[in-house]
T-cell receptor
């Protein structure tokens, strides 16, 4: 079973601070997705990275896929209360089961005003 | 346009009863997924439907769980003889196709087995 470990599990910071959350695995993934989930709602896709070393920016969010495609990070600059939520990473495989994503347990981020 | 719709949003049932959870995917999406999210756990894959192909049921935790997708659209997840460990949020997602197509999740059904 391919596992994705996310760290930290919980993170509570003040508005305006920067933060980084991590998603690590011993296995190689063909793609890596990041989702944000708010209470009572389903996860919403933020970004997909597919190339080793790839960096994508979405406003104040920067996503990086490791060179070996085993790990990823999400960096948030000047966090806002609206960034509060559960951040989930999900790895995709190539081949016949490419639809079957492996999800991490998530990082629960709280940004205090 | 409308997103993925799930019903009911909350369900409380007694141990041993059967439950049916419904998912209405985004129109035109051929792929449909069911995931389970338990407290403190990641999303656990349950089952995958793609068009008219045979579903991938490899994630169903026991034979008490079954799912069907009628007419390539609406899907129903059925749990028979519910147990307390079945308590979780059941999430449905759809996508245009499989593979790298992004998943669109519904808001889930929170199932509580007492």
């Amino acid at each position: 079973t391919q596992l994705l470990e996310q760290s930290p599990q919980f993170l509570s910071i003040q508005e305006g601070e920067n933060l980084t959350v991590y998603c690590n695995s011993s296995s190689v993934f063909s793609s890596l997705q990041w989702y944000r989930q708010e209470p009572g709602e389903g996860p919403v896709l933020l970004v997909t990275v597919v190339t080793g070393g790839e960096v994508k920016k979405l406003k104040r969010l920067t996503f990086q896929f490791g060179d070996a495609r085993k790990d990823s990070s999400l960096h948030i600059t000047a966090a806002q209360p609206g960034d509060t939520g559960l951040y989930l990473c999900a790895g995709g495989r190539s081949g016949g089961s490419n639809y079957k994503l492996t999800f991490g347990k998530g990082t629960l981020l709280t940004v205090n005003p | 346009g409308a997103g993925v719709s799930q019903s009911p949003s909350n369900k409380v049932t007694e141990k041993g009863k059967d439950v049916e959870l419904r998912c209405d995917p985004i129109s035109g999406h051929t792929a449909l997924y069911w995931y389970r999210q338990s407290l403190g756990q990641g999303l656990e894959f349950l089952i995958y439907f793609q068009g008219n192909s045979a579903p991938d049921k490899s994630g169903l935790p026991s034979d008490r769980f079954s799912a069907e997708r009628t007419g390539g659209s609406v899907s129903t997840l059925t749990i028979q003889r519910t147990q307390q460990e079945d308590s979780a949020v059941y999430l449905c997602a759809s996508s245009l196709s499989s593979g790298s197509s992004p998943l669109h999740f519904g808001n889930g059904t929170r199932l509580t087995v007492t």
